[in-house]
């Protein structure tokens, strides 16, 4: 069972005001802006197939744990994609999951397992080689039911907008389905994620672009009529709902480069000329461009650099992406955000999300540039850091100089469903407690903390995301 | 009403004991050996001219929060350069701070903000919309009597000694009229700031050695006799009290160049024609130059480096310099540092106090080289550091492997007055914290800590300085 | 008296639990896997000199700290290599330590020291100038028993195993000698430390090849013959108990070059032609080699690096190497291990141990890498964050994503033997806390505390690292 005070400051008054505010907002609807979850599954509504399929097959942070310790993904069931065969016994991975599960002791995955089992199935065992059947056939049986399918859930979970996030090559088929399928019970919309036609180092950007040509009428190779399918695009992606633009570089370079120059690198790119500094400046000039397109049709510009994608070759070509094996590497902004900012960055009609996995520029960057730059606004901790610990830390490391106010509420930018409650919870958890600590250190008065906790927990990311 | 155990550990045993060390110290006179306050307060005495003039139209710390959520800052009043206006109506600048205070929410400006009203003008309601005209009247005809004015707020602060920072080519002008004054109820102190003369990337720098040459009566573009000049400046400085010099280079390099190699790059600069890593190479040699001086004269050399300055062309071109968008950059020490410390590093006459914005450095950089060279001390937790979880994260990073006595009491570097108490106050509470938890996790004897205490708020600052 | 709870968390239901935690593990053995004594002190057993050299004269911590302050090393008894004098008075060199031992306070060197008073000598009064005869007089009054000899304190200490680490020209005679001994009370092991041999800008790199020509009877001159006699030493070394190589690198940098490649650079460093960036790469290279050569000999690969090492050219000068003036540098991992992992790091066969100078990298690379790469463990917080605050930071920085399993247990890599017990005691206290405070927070089970404490005092080191 889980421990109702989890996350909790241990104080007795500390911990009796964090309670109390978690009270505030435990019941709140979830706001989910940005996230991977599928836009079939809300569409066709069908069942998910079994409890392998559901929490271990397409979770790389369940996956990868168990790689680390010697277990190949394929037994796991992760597709091979160099004709290797996979393990595709549902309860045989699970199984192997369940024998394994001590190894997740002391991180979130964990914890959203856990809420999933109870919150969701009911089960309040924990979960192990002696409780790995009972666990299968309950999960298996509850799945074939109707309130376990798609919607079912994710009215059960009280979410009342997610964001799936679709590259501007996808037709949005799903998204029109859902639409078409007069379902009232949620509000799924789609984001902008052009990485595929202004990145050069994408695989197949050449296509891409010319693809974005054919779905447009536009001759793309053409960089003012390049700029032009963006702009269609784009209000293509507004009329399903779209408020927001995503981009995930490597760097958080910005460039805002001549015309002429732009266009230059644009043809050398089609060509797949450009040296790796060329495609990072070509990347960084797009973002200046989406920038300002953002000015002009209000989208959201949500910026996620700093992985190192792939970073296993022998993976890559085993199991393709998506495989845990993306690396966080050291990310800097000041000077990189520099061409972009000077460009458009006073404009308080430009609104920019920034995120990282580089930790040390909370308080050495991303906190003092949002403190300052009315169009910089900080996304909350990602990835590796979306767990008690990173979320306390982003707090005590970035409230001090940017404020409550310049950070936008809470993101689980997840594919894994069932887990989406559990991360939001662990969110209202931890800046409960963080509230409750700067309460109980006469940091913040008593009477303000649950409008703070009603901020960050619904009333930021709305305004954030313009929702 | 501000809480009296703030920032003191929430467990019981450790919160008394907190308390029992804070009010060992909270008494203490404020030693300040670095800041940006006015010495023509201290010479003329006027009064502060009414609210806004003195929370908020000065403070960058204030009205860049404010410019942040896309308020501009000349409707705080901050002046125009470019020939825009500003608001001039201090009570409407006042409203629309107090409508906006609730951005400070979690941050040190509030705390410091609130101390003030509190502790200088008898205020204990909260700012807000309704009660900003209360606020205001109250503050402003407090500001018109004899006990606010800025020499008898300095003896009501307890404060025994402020260091002010002027440049070689101030004539110290205010400082001689405080001394001529006969005043006894203060010891106000200039420091030596020579970047508009060691720094080639400074505006007018050929004309500003120009100068000194005027000053000193010697002719500065000759490498012989600008050291001179220097030479002569500081002992001019230190009649005025001058105890340290303070620089702010863009990065910690130090150089030890031959000396035609020095001097053929002065002569560059003087044209102008360094490049920017030649520019960067005669700061840090001239970095050298200065701790040698030191080592002559006596004055303690303080480095302040990592400062991306005014990062925002466009507020730069609107507003000029310190208006918020001073942005921290990576900085490293061990490289940078080592021309500087193999030619001088080992002299125990030496005294140089380093600062960072980088807060990675602690561990890794700045640590271990206080607790090895004999010339090194950490300066305080600086600028946007200067919060309560920078200076917790300060003692947790850097006393495991400097100690305490590498390290030289608080420094508060500010330009607002009435927030002197406040920060110094927040210092020794959050030091009081540290230490009550060392003791009662067993890592430091109850009756040290006092001792300790009292090291750290007033003997380690004044040895430090050589006050 | 040192307090039996120190390190424990003070609300009074996560103490108890880490009372009981600490009382599952405090009595098993100490695992040493790697570290610095000297194997000599266990052949020949002959006791330790005095409490100057016991404690003071071989250990940089210690007088590194009074060298910051002032204090010259040689009035410490640390020998000069310049032709100076040193103090060879054991008694004045311990008085000089007392008089200064305040500067200790709130480091672990302190705790380490009063662990070993109190916990090996029975003393358990403070030191200072006035109780520094009264320690100088007992402790050398026990030195001359039979009981404080290396082997009795070896015993006493409830050592299991230790490896110490001598490099590949060592003939291991004093290992050779403890083995023939007969001694039953201890196992002591060596580990292959390479650097002398693979690193071009080791001092004598040419001549080290060429010994090692000379005791394996091949002709290391030969780029095959040079690697094959690798493989005769590492043979040789594993006679000898070892399990582990060891790698002190300026950087993390791995190379997986061409043969023809690697053989031109061997030739060129042989001849002391390399540049510091070809030095660096035959290193890297040098690390890939010795992977796949504990792919063929089980040996687990430790890889050191990040220090930069003597950097005071003075102390360098007059003192010579480990004297306090290693600095750690900022060290990257992500790119540069990738050669390394992309030749042989998904091979579970491998087993890799990672340490860090910089914690920054815990949570944005260590820990990712760690908990994805199958042959990566992360090495425990090492040398200037071997400490409370270090250690916590550890745990918190790489158990969300990296969890326990990929973590190997405690190392003390000391040359310090008497504080070998007292480090073991703060890990086990600080991993106890550490789960009190998970399980406390609602993020562990209370009945998997006691399982976790174990595998993280004892079973993951034996595993990790063979033994």
Chains 1, 2, 3 share one sequence.
Not at 65 to 82: F, H, N, T, W, Y
Not at 437 to 448: A, I, P
Request: proline share 6%; glycine share 6%.
């Amino acid at each position: 069972m889980l421990d109702t005070d989890r996350l909790f400051p241990l104080e007795p008054k500390a911990r009796d005001l964090a309670r109390a505010l978690y009270r505030e907002v435990s019941r709140l609807p979830i706001i989910s802006p940005h996230g991977h979850t599928d836009p079939r599954w809300y569409a066709e509504n069908e069942p998910f197939p079994d409890p392998a399929q559901l929490f271990v097959v397409p979770d790389h942070y369940v996956f990868r744990m168990l790689c680390s310790q010697g277990i190949p993904p394929e037994k796991l069931g992760v597709a091979r994609i160099d004709g290797g065969t996979s393990e595709t016994d549902s309860r045989a991975i699970w199984r192997l999951f369940a024998e394994n599960f001590y190894l997740f002791r002391g991180t979130p995955s964990r914890g959203w397992l856990e809420h999933a089992f109870e919150h969701v199935f009911g089960l309040t065992k924990r979960l192990g080689p002696d409780t790995a059947d009972e666990f299968y056939d309950h999960i298996d049986d509850c799945l074939k039911r109707p309130e376990f399918r798609p919607r079912a859930l994710f009215e059960r979970f009280n979410i009342e907008v997610i964001a799936t996030t679709e590259d501007p090559l996808d037709d949005l088929k799903w998204h029109r389905q859902i639409r078409e399928s007069g379902w009232t019970g949620g509000r799924v919309i789609t984001a902008y994620r052009p990485d595929p036609v202004v990145d050069p180092d994408f695989e197949g950007f050449a296509e891409n672009v010319e693809k974005l040509g054919a779905i447009t009428g536009l001759d793309t190779t053409n960089y003012d009529q390049y700029l032009d399918a963006h702009r269609m695009r784009r209000a293509y992606f507004r009329k399903f709902g779209a408020t927001s633009t995503d981009h995930g570089h490597a760097t958080a370079r910005t460039e805002d480069l001549p015309k002429a120059e732009a266009t230059a690198l644009f043809e050398k790119a089609l060509k797949g000329a450009c040296s790796a500094d060329e495609a990072d400046a070509f990347r960084g000039h797009m973002l200046t461009e989406m920038a300002r397109m953002s000015i002009e049709d209000g989208l959201v510009l949500q910026i996620h650099p700093g992985s190192f994608r792939n970073h296993s070759s022998t993976m890559m070509a085993r199991h393709g992406r998506n495989v845990g094996f993306d690396i966080p590497v050291q990310t800097s902004y000041v000077e990189a955000l520099r061409p972009l900012l000077n460009a458009v960055g006073m404009d308080p009609a430009l609104s920019i999300i920034l995120f990282t996995l580089d930790e040390t520029v909370y308080t050495r960057e991303l906190a003092p540039l949002a403190g300052a730059y009315p169009s910089l606004k900080l996304g909350p901790a990602w990835w590796f850091h979306d767990s008690p610990e990173g979320m306390r830390r982003y707090r005590e490391m970035t409230t001090e100089t940017a404020g409550f106010y310049n950070t936008v509420g809470f993101n689980d930018d997840t594919r894994a469903f069932c887990s989406i409650p559990a991360r939001h919870d662990v969110a209202r958890r931890v800046d409960c407690a963080y509230l409750a600590t700067l309460v109980t250190t006469g940091r913040l008065d008593e009477d303000e903390a649950p409008e703070v906790a009603r901020d960050l927990t619904y009333n930021l990311v709305k305004r954030a995301y313009r929702l």
